[in-house]
């Protein structure tokens, strides 16, 4: 019987298992068909070679923590729309707001270069080069944003407005190196609510073009077997309360129980401590 995010996920999978059932349904068959959880946020065990094992690991790592950004790009997008609708009712940004905005932005693009390093990592993991192909521009967008200087906004009444960033191939009017803010009348310049869900939305799809290949790769290679097994496995019920990767409270560490460590204050003016 074959897992379910939805009931069997960590709690960040069965929160937005109705997002990623709708927007990026190959990670769910990918999870249930390599991964599934043992209970406690961990993949099921199964008596594996080392080999399939290490590269069960890399699949599970990779696809999640891609996922993981896919949604913390989504939450950016919700919270860049609703900061819009704000302004456009006071016509007003203040200092501390335009660096909220601009903060939202820095991670929003960090999110997506981060996923398109991932599943770069999960092609040469699986032997399947060039997966994270359609992914690149992202990556691009990304360092124009991060590595460059802070990208030109334009205020207007009801909207703002920011230039994009230039990915794979540039139009001349975008931003990246060499522009200057001298130069921003001859640049584009989109409203950026607008902007952020298109980019969003064209992300999503490629994603799940992404993870459906990787899923028939796997399904013809070696971790076939996986599949097999976890489908002859009795279901589990889910009673993790952390997210994938975390650490138990039970987990002991370097010879210490965790449950167990004191952490205490000490005075800066105390030299003795």
Not at 58 to 87: G, P
Not at 105 to 133: M, Q, T, V, W
Not at 217 to 235: E, I, N, T, Y
Request: aromatic residues 8%.
């Amino acid at each position: 019987m074959r897992q379910t995010l939805a009931h069997h996920g960590d709690p960040i999978e069965r929160e937005y298992s109705e997002f990623l059932d709708a927007r990026l349904p190959s990670y769910g068959i990918l999870w249930s068909h390599f991964v599934g959880n043992n209970g406690k946020s961990e993949v099921i065990p199964l008596s594996l070679s080392e080999e399939h094992q290490a590269l069960r690991h890399e699949v599970n790592q990779f696809t999640y923590s891609a996922i993981e950004s896919a949604i913390v790009a989504q939450r950016c997008q919700a919270k860049v729309s609703t900061f819009v609708e704000s302004y456009s009712q006071k016509h007003h940004l203040s200092g501390n707001e335009y660096l909220d905005l601009s903060e939202l932005l820095f991670s929003y693009y960090a999110h997506l270069g981060r996923i398109r390093d991932l599943i770069e990592k999960l092609g040469a993991a699986i032997d399947l080069p060039g997966l994270a192909h359609d992914l690149d521009e992202y990556y691009k967008q990304r360092n124009n944003i991060l590595h460059e200087a802070r990208v030109p906004m334009m205020l207007t009444g009801d909207a703002i407005g920011i230039v994009p960033p230039e990915g794979l191939i540039g139009s001349g009017r975008q931003w990246g190196k060499k522009k200057l803010w001298a130069t921003k009348d001859d640049l584009d310049m989109h409203d950026v609510a607008s902007l952020v869900a298109e980019t969003t939305d064209a992300m999503l799809v490629r994603l799940e073009t992404a993870l459906a290949r990787a899923h028939s790769q796997l399904m013809s290679g070696p971790l076939r077997v996986v599949a097999d097994a976890l489908d002859r496995l009795p279901g589990q019920a889910n009673v993790s309360f952390l997210p994938s990767g975390s650490i138990h409270a039970d987990t002991s560490f370097d010879g210490f129980d965790i449950k167990n460590v004191r952490f205490e204050l000490i005075d800066p003016q105390d030299k003795n401590g």
